[in-house]
């Protein structure tokens, strides 16, 4: 596996992990020290995209890489986060354990992601996607992100909560109200 952004043939493992029925790994450039992921994985874990057309593409990690970056582009993102929504998207495909899944679904899924992420990216993402043909439906789209912002939460407040019953349970053992921040 050669070096994506410099092609050198020699890179190091920095990271490994299983992932369903195949393993990931992240690897680092033993010339330009970029970082890169690799996945290896039986050959019937093989996935195929319907396109609009009914055409069948293999699917192409690759492909929903780019397409999530162009819409991350110069956003206030940490370093990594689009690998990473593209790895959990990717494990979620597998996951699924089809052999062919409608490329709208993945489209939905980069949505749904985005949408939780970074709202400028959202509705970049979302007007190539879902093609905007005229500021309308843009409009509309960003009404739609405005009105259901309350249910959104913001990439601040996104620490995992206690479950209400562990809670109820953690203030009756100690028989004090904690007051959470
Ligand atoms: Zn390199």
Do not use: W
């Amino acid at each position: 596996m050669n070096c994506p952004y410099c092609g050198y043939y020699d890179s190091k493992v920095v990271d490994s992990r299983d992932v369903n029925n195949g393993i990931r790994r992240r690897r680092q450039c033993l010339r330009c020290n970029s970082r890169f992921t690799t996945y290896e994985r039986p050959q019937s874990a093989s996935l195929f995209v319907i396109k609009k057309d009914e055409r069948r593409e293999q699917f192409d990690r690759n492909k929903l890489l780019t397409g999530i970056h162009k819409a991350c582009e110069k956003r206030p993102l940490p370093t990594g986060t689009v690998d990473k929504l593209a790895d959990d998207i990717e494990a979620e495909l597998y996951r699924l354990g089809k052999v062919e899944i409608l490329g709208a679904i993945i489209g939905d899924m980069v949505m749904e992601r985005l949408k939780s992420l970074d709202y400028i990216a959202y509705i970049r993402f979302a007007s190539v996607y879902r093609e905007f043909t005229d500021i309308t439906a843009l409009k509309q789209a960003v009404d739609t992100l405005v009105s259901s912002e309350a249910e959104i939460p913001s990439p601040t407040s996104q620490l995992p909560l206690l479950p209400s019953e562990q809670l109820g349970g953690t203030v009756r053992r100690q028989g004090r109200v904690r007051k959470r921040k």
